[in-house]
C-alpha cells in the first residue's frame, strides 16, 4: 500500500496545468478610497444653522416641488425644485425663530409665519 501512495503523490505534479492565458489588456486597478471621495461634488441641501434645527416645513398642496422650510435660528427658505436649492424669503426680519407657517387657502403666496420656537434649548 505504500509504494502505491508514494507514486500518486509523486505523479500529482505532472496533473497540475498552467493557467490560461489572460485575452486583452490587464485590468485597471480597482480605485482607492481617496479617489472615489474626489469625484463626488458638493450641493446646496438646504437650510440649516449650526444645530441643524428645523422647526416646521410646510408645503403647498397639489405642488410637490414646492414648500417652505423655517429653522429655530428664524428665518423662512422656499424651494420650487422639490429641495435642491432653496432661496431665503424671510431673514432680515429681528425675529428670533420661527415657530409655525400656514399657507393661506385663497392664495398660496400669502403665509402667515408664527414666531417662537415650541421646543427651545436649555442655553435660549
Known sequence: MRPLFLSFIAATPLLAQPAPAR???????????????????WRSIGPANNAGRISVVVGI?????????????????KTT?????????????TVASVGAIAIAQSDPSVLYVGTGEGNPRNSA
Open 61 to 77: 398642496p397639489g405642488d410637490v416641488m414646492t414648500y417652505y422650510v423655517a429653522g429655530a435660528a428664524g428665518g423662512i427658505a
Open 23 to 41: 485575452l486583452g489588456p490587464p485590468a485597471p486597478p480597482a480605485p482607492t478610497e481617496a479617489d472615489v471621495l474626489r469625484r463626488l461634488a
Open 81 to 93: 425644485n422639490g429641495g435642491t436649492t432653496f432661496r431665503q424669503i424671510f431673514d432680515k426680519q
